[in-house]
C-alpha cells in the first residue's frame, strides 16, 4: 500500500481555503486526501469517515449548497449549476460571461469540432467562475446540467432551442463533442461534470391534458430502441459524461427516476456506466405526487434511490424516513454516494491546487475576445438560408452589398430585442453585452442608415396604426428587413406609446405551442408590407421550434429567409451572412412542418410512425423545408462517389469529392442516409411518385470548407451499418435498404441489403439545376 502523504489538510484544494478562514490544520493527512491512492481507495476511506446521515445530504439538494461536513474540512457543494450555451452563475458574481448560440443554432451548423470548441470554452468560464469563488470559500460552477438530448419529435414542443433538433445520430454526435468539451481532456481531471439530460422519452411540457409531471411515455420497442435511447447512448459512452438526469415524465408505467429498465437494465448493465445519476429539480417528489406510483414520500424516494437515482436535484429529504421504514439500507445510500463523490474527486476537490490544472484558468479567460469572436463564428456556422430568390436585375437578394445602401428599414419584435436573443438558460450578465440586430446593422453601415419601426410584436400587441407606420417606413427604404419568430422571457418588455407593455413566452419550458404559425399580429405585418410596397424584403427568423412561414416562402415579394435562431452574442455574426462577409453553411436540424401537421396528431402521441409521422425518419407528409436544408451563395458539384465495404469488419465507407464550382468560398455539408422500402416498392426515380420510405436513418455527416474552384476528396465512415430488423420496424417480410448520400445539389444512394430488391446498378448525377426532392437513388442489387 502506498504510504500515506504527511502533509496538512489546508493543501488540498478544499482545505487550503478552509484553513484560509478557520486556522484549523492537521498534522498529517488523511488517506482519503492521499493522491497516490487508487480513486475507489479514497472514495472508501473518505465515506468510512462519514455518518449515514452525512452520506444523505451529499445526496439531498434541498438547499444548496448542501452536504458541508465542518469536522473533515469538507466545504458544501452547489451541484445545480446551468450551462446550456453559456456560464450560468446562480452567485451573481460581478465578472461577464459568453452566452453562445442555443444549442438549436449550435446543430444547425453540423459541425462537432465547432460544437466541442465552444463547450470546451463553456467549460473554461464555468472554472473561472469555480475558482473565483473558491477563495470566498464557496464551491459552485463545477457540477453542470447540459447538455440537453432529448429529440423535437414533435415540431410544438418548447424546449426545441435547448436541443440538438430531431435526430438522434446527430444529437448523439454534437452531445459526444459537447461533453468531451465541456468535462476536458485531462486522463485525471475533470473541468466541469457534464450530465446528459432528460433520460429518457421527454418532449412535452403541457398539452392534451398532460404535464410533464404527469405524463407517462408510452413507448414501444422500435422507439426505444431507434429514436429515444441512441443519443444517450453516444453521450455516456462515446462521451464519456460523469453523470445522467432522469426526466419528469413515466416511461411505459414507471417514473423516469424509479425506473429500473431505464437506470439499472439499459444504463449501468447493458451501457456500462460508471457515473451518478441526478433526478430534474423536484422530479423525486412527483414519484409520489401526480404519478402516485408510491403512496409516500419515503417510499417515493426508495423507490428512486433503488432504481439507481444517486442525486436529488432538489430534495431527497425522506430518505432518513426511507431507511429507518427498511425500504432502502445503508448499502444503498452507500452505493449512491460512493458514485457522487466519485466525481468531486475527479474533479480535484481533494487534492493539492497545484496538481489540478484547471485550477489555473482565471478572470481573464470570463467572456475573453477568443471566446466572443467564438460565439460569433458559432452564429455564421449556424444561420440557415432558407430561400433566396433572383431579383429583376438577375442577382439574388442576398447578400446585400452594405456600400449601396443609404435607408434600411427593421421591423418586427426582434428588431431591438436583446434578452429574447438569448433563449434560455442564459447569464443577464453577458460580457460586453448583448448587441440587437438593429445595433449589429448600424455597425455595418454606419450611422443615419438604420431605422426601427417594428410594426407588430410578440403577441396581440400594436394594430393598424403601428402597422401602417411601418408600411410607409418600408415604402420609401432601399430594402426593408422582417425579424420575426418566437419569444422565450416571459416578461419580454417593448415600448408601445410610451408604455412599458409584456408579452408571455411562446415557446419555453412547460410551454409548449398550439400553432406553428407566428404569433400575434407578425403575420399581417409581414402581408401588409408585402402588398402595400415594392421595396425588396428579407426575413430573419428568431425561433427554436419549427415555424410555418409557408406564406413568405411562396411570396414573390420575399426575396430571402433567413433562420438565425436564438443567437445568443451571435447578432453580429448573422450579419456576416446577411452581407456575404461568409456564405451561409448551416442545415435545418429539425422539420419545418406545415401548421395543418398540429391537426393531425396529438402531441401525446409518442409513436413516431404513425401517420403523418414524427420527424424525417418517419414523415409521410409534404414539409415546408425538409431535415438538412440549407442554401448557399455558391454551387457544388459531386463528381465522383465510391462505396467502399471493409472486408474484414463488413464495415461501410463512402469516399466522396466536390467541388466548390460558385464564386465564393463556403462550407458543404454531406450527408449519408439509410431508407427502407419493401421490396414491392421501387425507390423513388426523380419527378415520380410513389409510397415513401418505411423509415430513414442518419448515418453519417462531414461540414467541410471549399474554397471556390477548389476540389476536395474526403472519407465519410459508417459506425453502424447494420440496419434494423423488419422485425422491430413491424414489417412481415424483408426490406431494402438504399443510402442515400445527400449534398446540397446532388442526391445520390447506394447499395440494396436484400437481394429480392428490383433494379441494376445504375449511377445518376443530377446537375445543380434538378436537384430538388424527390431523391434520386444509385441502385444495386
Same mark, same amino acid.
Given at each position: 500500500m502506498a504510504q500515506r502523504l504527511s502533509v496538512c489538510r489546508g493543501t488540498t484544494l478544499i482545505a487550503a481555503l478552509l484553513v484560509l478562514f478557520s486556522g484549523v490544520c492537521a498534522a498529517q493527512s488523511a488517506a482519503w486526501e492521499d493522491y497516490s491512492l487508487p480513486l475507489s481507495t479514497r472514495v472508501s476511506a473518505l465515506m468510512q469517515e462519514m455518518t449515514v446521515e452525512e452520506q444523505i445530504g451529499q445526496l439531498d439538494g434541498s438547499q444548496q449548497p448542501t452536504g458541508a461536513i465542518p469536522r473533515l474540512n469538507i466545504s458544501a457543494f452547489e451541484g445545480w449549476n446551468e450551462c446550456l450555451h453559456g456560464?450560468?452563475?446562480?452567485?451573481?458574481?460581478?465578472?461577464?460571461? *459568453?452566452?453562445?448560440?442555443?444549442?438549436?443554432?449550435?446543430?444547425?451548423?453540423? &459541425?462537432?469540432?465547432?460544437?466541442?470548441?465552444?463547450?470546451?470554452? $463553456?467549460?473554461?468560464?464555468m472554472r473561472a467562475?469555480?475558482?473565483?469563488?473558491?477563495?470566498?470559500?464557496?464551491?459552485?460552477?463545477?457540477?453542470?446540467?447540459? /447538455?440537453?438530448?432529448?429529440?423535437?419529435?414533435?415540431?410544438?414542443?418548447?424546449? %426545441?432551442?435547448?436541443?440538438?433538433?430531431?435526430?438522434? +445520430?446527430?444529437?448523439?454526435?454534437? #452531445?459526444?463533442?459537447?461533453?468531451?468539451?465541456?468535462?476536458?481532456?485531462?486522463?485525471?481531471?475533470?473541468?466541469?461534470?457534464? *450530465?446528459?439530460?432528460?433520460?429518457?422519452?421527454?418532449?412535452? !411540457?403541457? %398539452?392534451?391534458?398532460?404535464?410533464?409531471?404527469?405524463?407517462?411515455?408510452?413507448?414501444?420497442?422500435?422507439?426505444?430502441?431507434?429514436?429515444?435511447?441512441?443519443?444517450?447512448?453516444?453521450?455516456?459512452?462515446?462521451?464519456? #459524461?460523469?453523470?445522467?438526469?432522469?426526466?419528469?415524465n413515466e416511461v411505459n408505467g414507471a417514473p423516469a427516476c424509479a425506473n429500473d429498465f431505464l437506470l439499472q437494465k439499459t444504463l449501468r448493465n447493458d451501457w456500462g456506466f460508471k457515473g451518478f445519476v441526478a433526478s430534474d429539480c423536484g422530479a423525486i417528489d412527483t414519484i409520489t405526487w401526480p404519478h402516485q406510483y408510491t403512496r409516500t414520500s419515503a417510499e417515493g424516494n426508495a423507490a428512486a434511490l433503488? =432504481?439507481?437515482? &444517486?442525486?436529488?436535484?432538489?430534495?431527497?429529504?425522506?430518505?432518513?424516513?426511507?431507511?429507518?421504514?427498511?425500504?432502502?439500507?445503508? !448499502? &444503498? $445510500? &452507500?452505493?449512491?454516494?460512493?458514485?457522487?463523490? +466519485?466525481?468531486?474527486?475527479?474533479?480535484?476537490?481533494?487534492?493539492? /491546487?497545484?496538481?489540478?490544472?484547471?485550477?489555473? $484558468?482565471?478572470?481573464?479567460?470570463?467572456?475573453?475576445?477568443?471566446?466572443? #469572436?467564438?460565439?460569433?463564428?458559432?452564429?455564421?456556422?449556424?444561420?440557415?438560408?432558407?430561400?433566396?430568390? $433572383?431579383?429583376?436585375?438577375?442577382? /439574388?437578394?442576398?447578400?446585400l452589398n452594405a456600400s449601396r445602401l443609404s435607408n434600411v428599414v427593421l421591423m418586427g419584435p426582434h428588431a431591438t430585442s436583446k434578452e429574447a436573443l438569448l433563449a434560455s438558460y442564459y447569464n443577464g450578465n453577458a460580457a460586453g453585452g448583448v448587441q440587437s440586430f438593429a445595433e449589429a446593422f448600424e455597425a455595418v453601415l454606419g450611422p443615419g442608415v438604420v431605422q426601427v419601426d417594428q410594426g407588430a410584436y410578440m403577441e396581440g400587441l400594436g394594430g393598424d396604426a403601428e402597422i401602417d407606420a411601418a408600411v410607409r417606413a418600408c415604402d420609401s427604404a432601399d430594402v426593408c428587413v422582417l425579424i420575426l419568430g418566437l419569444t422565450q422571457i416571459s416578461a419580454h418588455s417593448q415600448m408601445e406609446a410610451d408604455?412599458?407593455?409584456y408579452s408571455p413566452r411562446t415557446e419555453a419550458e412547460g410551454y409548449d405551442r398550439t400553432s406553428l404559425l407566428l404569433p400575434g399580429l407578425q403575420q399581417t405585418l409581414a402581408e401588409n408590407v408585402a402588398r402595400r410596397t415594392k421595396t425588396p424584403l428579407v426575413v430573419i427568423l428568431v425561433h427554436g421550434g419549427p415555424l410555418d412561414v409557408s406564406w413568405i416562402q411562396n411570396s414573390?415579394?420575399?426575396?430571402?429567409?433567413?433562420? %438565425?435562431?436564438?443567437?445568443?452574442?451571435?447578432?453580429?455574426?448573422?450579419?456576416?451572412?446577411?452581407?456575404?462577409?461568409?456564405?451561409?453553411?448551416?442545415?435545418?436540424?429539425?422539420?419545418?412542418?406545415?401548421?395543418?401537421?398540429?391537426r393531425e396528431i396529438p402531441m401525446s402521441q409518442m409513436d413516431m410512425a404513425m401517420w403523418p409521422g414524427r420527424t424525417h425518419a418517419y414523415v409521410q407528409v409534404p414539409v415546408l423545408y425538409p431535415f438538412g436544408y440549407g442554401l448557399s451563395y455558391t454551387t457544388f458539384e459531386t463528381r465522383s462517389l465510391r462505396h467502399e465495404v471493409n472486408e474484414s469488419t463488413g464495415a461501410d465507407s463512402f469516399s466522396v469529392t466536390v467541388a466548390n464550382t460558385g464564386g465564393m468560398d463556403a462550407d458543404e455539408v454531406v450527408t449519408v442516409f439509410l431508407?427502407?422500402?419493401?421490396?414491392?416498392?421501387?425507390?423513388?426515380?426523380?419527378?415520380?411518385?410513389?409510397? /415513401?420510405?418505411?423509415?430513414?436513418?442518419?448515418? %453519417?455527416?462531414?461540414?467541410?470548407?471549399?474554397?471556390?474552384g477548389r476540389i476536395v476528396t474526403f472519407s465519410l465512415p459508417i459506425e453502424d451499418s447494420t440496419p434494423p430488423s423488419?422485425?422491430?420496424?413491424?414489417?412481415?417480410?424483408?426490406?431494402?435498404?438504399?443510402?442515400?448520400?445527400?449534398?446540397?445539389?446532388?442526391?445520390?444512394?447506394?447499395? =440494396?441489403?436484400?437481394?429480392?430488391?428490383?433494379?441494376?446498378? !445504375?449511377?445518376?448525377?443530377?446537375?445543380?439545376?434538378?436537384?430538388?426532392?424527390?431523391?434520386?437513388y444509385l441502385r444495386r442489387p
Open positions: 456560464a450560468v452563475d446562480f452567485g451573481n458574481e460581478p465578472h461577464g460571461v *459568453t452566452m453562445f448560440p442555443a444549442p438549436i443554432s449550435l446543430a444547425a451548423t453540423w &459541425d462537432t469540432s465547432l460544437v466541442h470548441e465552444v463547450a470546451s470554452f $463553456i467549460g473554461d468560464e467562475k469555480s475558482n473565483i469563488y473558491l477563495k470566498q470559500g464557496v464551491i459552485r460552477n463545477l457540477n453542470c446540467y447540459a /447538455p440537453n438530448i432529448n429529440l423535437v419529435r414533435d415540431p410544438r414542443w418548447g424546449r %426545441a432551442s435547448e436541443t440538438y433538433g430531431e435526430d438522434p +445520430h446527430l444529437t448523439g454526435s454534437m #452531445a459526444a463533442a459537447y461533453v468531451q468539451g465541456l468535462q476536458g481532456s485531462d486522463p485525471h481531471y475533470l473541468k466541469v461534470t457534464a *450530465t446528459c439530460k432528460h433520460f429518457a422519452a421527454y418532449s412535452l !411540457e403541457a %398539452a392534451d391534458g398532460y404535464t410533464r409531471n404527469s405524463f407517462d411515455s408510452v413507448v414501444g420497442e422500435r422507439d426505444l430502441n431507434l429514436t429515444y435511447l441512441p443519443a444517450f447512448k453516444a453521450c455516456t459512452q462515446k462521451g464519456r #459524461a460523469a453523470a445522467v438526469m432522469c426526466s419528469y433503488r =432504481a439507481g437515482t &444517486d442525486q436529488a436535484c432538489t430534495s431527497y429529504a425522506g430518505l432518513n424516513q426511507s431507511l429507518s421504514q427498511r425500504l432502502v439500507t445503508v !448499502e &444503498d $445510500i &452507500d452505493t449512491a454516494t460512493a458514485r457522487v463523490l +466519485h466525481s468531486r474527486f475527479r474533479l480535484g476537490l481533494f487534492d493539492p /491546487p497545484d496538481r489540478v490544472p484547471y485550477t489555473a $484558468i482565471g478572470v481573464s479567460d470570463l467572456g475573453s475576445p477568443a471566446h466572443l #469572436a467564438k460565439a460569433r463564428e458559432a452564429a455564421q456556422k449556424g444561420t440557415v438560408l432558407l430561400k433566396n430568390d $433572383i431579383q429583376d436585375s438577375g442577382a /439574388p437578394t442576398l447578400p408604455a412599458l407593455v414573390p415579394r420575399y426575396g430571402s429567409i433567413l433562420t %438565425a435562431w436564438y443567437p445568443g452574442q451571435g447578432a453580429s455574426g448573422v450579419l456576416d451572412v446577411v452581407f456575404g462577409k461568409v456564405s451561409p453553411g448551416g442545415r435545418t436540424p429539425e422539420t419545418f412542418f406545415f401548421n395543418n401537421y398540429t431508407e427502407a422500402y419493401a421490396p414491392t416498392v421501387s425507390p423513388p426515380i426523380y419527378g415520380s411518385l410513389q409510397a /415513401p420510405a418505411v423509415m430513414r436513418q442518419l448515418k %453519417a455527416f462531414q461540414r467541410l470548407h471549399i474554397p471556390r423488419a422485425r422491430l420496424l413491424g414489417q412481415n417480410g424483408p426490406l431494402c435498404w438504399y443510402y442515400l448520400v445527400n449534398s446540397t445539389y446532388v442526391q445520390h444512394a447506394l447499395t =440494396a441489403r436484400e437481394a429480392s430488391c428490383r433494379g441494376e446498378a !445504375e449511377t445518376v448525377l443530377l446537375s445543380p439545376s434538378e436537384s430538388v426532392r424527390p431523391d434520386l
